[in-house]
Antibody, heavy 119, light 113 residues
Framework: QVQLQESGPGLVKPSQTLSLTCTVS??????????WSWIRQPPGKGLEWIGY???????YYNPSLKSRVTISVDTSKNQFSLKLSSVTAADTAVYYC???????????WGQGTLVTVSS | QSVLTQPPSVSGAPGQRVTISCTGS?????????VHWYQQLPGTAPKLLIY???NRPSGVPDRFSGSKSGTSASLAITGLQAEDEADYYC?????????????FGTGTKVTVL
């Protein structure tokens, strides 16, 4: 059974960089059958796709966040990571890491981690 | 603002049938891209409910069904149960979003009366 677990600070100051890591267990992140994604959900609002990475390191980002987002992968640790720079209160959200199939459905989600941007 | 529009809320009594629409356009659902559906119970991560327009993953009750026609898709829940009270999201691809097309719908809250 594949499991994903987000980790990182729950509180980030405005203008700083949000950093999260997703650890994948029960399956290899190097499998070419999947993309590895970050998705967020502001409190009381809908889902927003941040971006995704392939095991080879190829990345694709939501244009609305592209200038501030970096997603990277560490296949040796079976982890992938998110960095979001210059955060504001609007970046306060539950951040999910997820596994995406080639047909673009998300078949596994992490439990999510709330990141609050506040001084 | 998503390019996939869902009603904010739908409700029904236990045992009833409810449907949730996901309205798109010729650049997403109408272009033939698949629609997937997710159920998000309160305080939990979304869960894949329907993939490829009408397919259920293993373990999803057959009370849930999906369909697609033209520029819209629908999720139907028959025999509504109290445990179905949740938020539901559709997801597809939109070719008009330059360089990025992966979008979720606006979400629908299902209330069991």
């Amino acid at each position: 059974q594949v499991q994903l677990q987000e980790s990182g600070p729950g509180l980030v100051k405005p203008s700083q960089t949000l950093s999260l890591t997703c650890t994948v267990s029960g399956g290899s992140i190097s499998s070419g059958d999947y993309y590895w994604s970050w998705i967020r959900q502001p409190p009381g609002k809908g889902l927003e796709w941040i971006g995704y990475i392939y095991y080879s390191g190829s990345t694709y980002y939501n244009p609305s966040l592209k200038s501030r987002v970096t997603i990277s992968v560490d296949t040796s640790k079976n982890q992938f990571s998110l960095k979001l720079s210059s955060v504001t209160a609007a970046d306060t959200a539950v951040y999910y890491c997820a596994r995406v199939k080639a047909s673009w459905e998300v078949d596994y989600w992490g439990q999510g981690t709330l990141v609050t941007v506040s001084s | 603002q998503s390019v996939l529009t869902q009603p904010p809320s739908v409700s029904g009594a236990p045992g009833q049938r409810v449907t949730i629409s996901c309205t798109g356009s010729s650049s997403n659902i109408g272009a033939g891209y698949d629609v997937h559906w997710y159920q998000q119970l309160p305080g939990t991560a979304p869960k894949l409910l329907i993939y490829g327009n009408s397919n259920r993953p293993s373990g999803v009750p057959d009370r849930f069904s999906g369909s697609k026609s033209g520029t819209s898709a629908s999720l139907a829940i028959t025999g509504l149960q109290a445990e179905d009270e949740a938020d539901y999201y559709c997801q597809s691809y939109d070719s008009s979003l330059s360089g990025w097309g992966y979008v979720f719908g606006t979400g629908t809250k299902v209330t069991v009366l």
